[in-house]
């Protein structure tokens, strides 16, 4: 930090095990990235390739290399997993992670379905070679679960492996643990925390109103993904109350005397 600010919350500190905010990249070039990087990377604690961007962008390993030139482990959307698994294509996909040499792979069942069995079984492979982020939820709209459906996909993806557990939103957080207009499924969120830890999930959270929740809900150290790379600033900002929107948090109340009664 650049100055010294009384009641500021403590955030963890790199690498962080909670507190985490994950990225997408959905296709920066090369110097973008270092640009981006020069001010942002003590705030990036992993990258994700967005859905399957990973195979048809350009200079591939340059890029990862840029990432993990900063300590900033980078993994393949959980799309293109799935991409290769209903192709047959398994094996393929575990030699690919090995030879690009991610630290992190992606397990969803947001576009094809798979017996839930059977992504505990892919999930407890995938761990012999990186740590597994699964995703839980449908990125189709009007498959709604019921909140004790998640929390029994949460808790057996764990239980096979998953270092964390991705609340699914998709890019635009309109589906999942949101409703279409983005709004937050409050009970079920809640309902999730009362078994699941909030240190083991990931929610995925786009838009500032969803972030601001669960900064709210959760405080400084929530993790948070699906984050545009030009939304890690303000979102840092947020954490620690240097945004309007949370401002207040962390203020004592003698420190919220106005500006008037100065």
Same mark, same amino acid.
């Not at 930090?1 to 919350?9: R, T």
């Not at 709004?183 to 079920?188: A, D, I, M, T």
């Given at each position: 930090?650049?100055?010294?600010?009384?009641?500021?919350?403590e955030r963890?500190?790199?690498?962080?095990?909670?507190?985490?905010?994950?990225?997408m990249d959905k296709g920066m $070039? =090369?110097?973008g990235i270092k640009d981006f990087l020069s001010v942002a990377a003590p705030y990036v604690d992993v990258v994700k390739l967005g859905f399957g961007t990973s195979h048809v962008t350009a200079n591939l390993r340059e890029k990862i290399e840029v990432y993990q030139k900063h300590n900033i482990p980078v993994y393949f959307g959980g799309t293109l997993f799935e991409a290769f698994l209903i192709r047959g294509q398994f094996?393929?996909?575990?030699?690919? =992670?090995?030879d690009y040499g991610l630290q992190f792979v992606e397990v969803s069942d947001g576009s094809i379905i798979i017996p839930h069995a059977e992504k505990c079984g892919y999930i407890e492979k995938l761990t012999r070679y990186a740590k597994v982020l699964s995703e839980v939820g449908s990125k189709d709209a009007t498959n709604i679960m019921p909140p004790y459906k998640w929390i029994e996909l949460m808790k057996a993806e764990l239980e096979a492996g998953s270092s964390y557990v991705i609340a699914e939103a998709r890019e635009a957080g309109n589906v999942g643990i949101y409703r279409d207009s983005g709004?937050?499924?409050? $009970?079920?969120v809640q309902e999730i925390l009362t078994q699941i830890p909030a240190e083991r999930i990931i929610w995925e959270a786009p838009q500032k109103s969803q972030q601001v929740y669960f900064l709210e809900l959760?405080?400084?150290?929530?993790?948070?993904g699906n984050l545009a790379p030009a939304e890690v600033i303000p979102l840092e900002s947020m954490r620690v109350g240097l945004r309007g929107d949370t401002f207040h948090l962390y203020l $004592?109340?003698?420190d919220k005397t106005t500006a008037e009664e100065i």
């Open positions: 930090m650049n100055f010294a600010l009384k009641n500021l919350p963890t500190q790199k690498p962080r095990q909670y507190g985490l905010t994950m990225v $070039g =090369i110097e094996d393929d996909y575990v030699s690919m =992670i090995q709004e937050v499924r409050q $009970g079920l959760l405080g400084a150290n929530v993790n948070l $004592g109340k003698k």
